[in-house]
Each structure stands twice: as C-alpha cells, then as structure tokens.
C-alpha cells in the first residue's frame, strides 16, 4: 500500500488504507477501518472499526469517527467536529449492541465544531455550519445552522450559497461553475453546465 503516515500514528493491522491517502500525528485507525485513497486524516483523529470512508475524505484535527459512520467520497469533516454512535449513553449501562447507523453523502461539508447525532443520513453536498447540531436526516445541498440545525438555504456543490427559496419553486446557477439548480418538491436538483 502506498499510504504515508507520520511516525506517531497507529495503524492497527488489518485496517485497509486507499492509496496517497495521508494520517497525520498521533491519529489512531482501527483493524477493520476502510479508507479510500487520497484521503487526508489530520492530527489526533480516531477510526473505529465499523467506519467507511470513501476517496478524498478530509478529516482535521481532533475529529473521532465512530463505529457505524460511513463517509462517502469527497466529505470534508471541519476540525473538532463531533458524531456520535450511541443516543441515550450512560456509564452504567452497556449500549454497544445499540448503535445506530450514520451516513454521510457525497461531498458534504460538516463545519467545525458541529455535532452529527446518530442515526441520520447528511444528503450529498449539504452543508453544515459550524457549530450546529444535527439531530434529525438533511437533504441534499440544504445548508443547515444553529442548535438544534434547522436549514437557512441551499448550497452548490461548489460550495457557494444559492439564491433559492427555502420552498416551493425557484432556480439558480452557481457563479462558479455555471451548473444549473432548480428547486422541485423541496429537493434542489442540479444540472452541469458541461457534462
């Protein structure tokens, strides 16, 4: 495998690593991790066992991806940001047979700081604002803030803000790319200026 990882991390054999993929200090991937390749996992993060991630994931600094996370391709998981496995934890009591499942979709952008709770699915491209806490699914290119999140507006894969209503009918380009985003049944679908 051709993954690079700083002298200080811990790799646990079995775990399987995508290649140009890089682990940064003292970050820890557990045995049955799967990594795609040109990822990027920063200082101190931690992958559990039961944890996928897709090609071209960027993980910073102090970020835990617990058991039952999947991430798909091009996520970007902001520096101290948060997920969580379990709903109800207490110390006393053993929940490890209780986690529920928590995707994430193709390019979301989850911001610094926030809080992702179990058991939901991020849509692709939606964006999270730092800070928020996610309690409940999120559709697809929603930009979401706030505690607990509730969704502000609509963002472009590229990552820009549109100008859509929140509901109801509308359409938008992003500036960037051209791509054209048309707002139907409260999904925002877009169209590629060049496909």
Known sequence: MSFQAHETAIIDDGA??????????????????????????????????????????????????????TLEDDVFCGPSMVFTNV??????????GEYRDTLVRRGATLGANCTIICGI???????????????????????MAGVPARQIGWMSAYGEQLDLPLSGDGEAFCPHTGDRYRLQDNRCIRSEANP
């Open 121 to 143: 699915t991020i849509g692709e491209y939606a964006f999270i604002a730092a800070g928020a806490v996610v309690n409940r699914d999120v559709v697809g290119h929603a930009l």
């Open 87 to 96: 709903y109800n934890p207490r110390a006393a009591v053993s929940r490890k």
């Open 16 to 69: 399987q690593i995508g290649d140009h993929t890089r682990i940064w200090h003292w970050a820890h991937v557990c045995a049955a991790a799967v990594i795609g390749r040109g990822c990027s996992l920063g200082q101190n993060v931690f992958v559990g066992n039961r944890v996928k991630i897709g090609d071209n994931v960027k993980i910073q600094n102090n970020v835990s991806v617990y058991d039952n996370v």
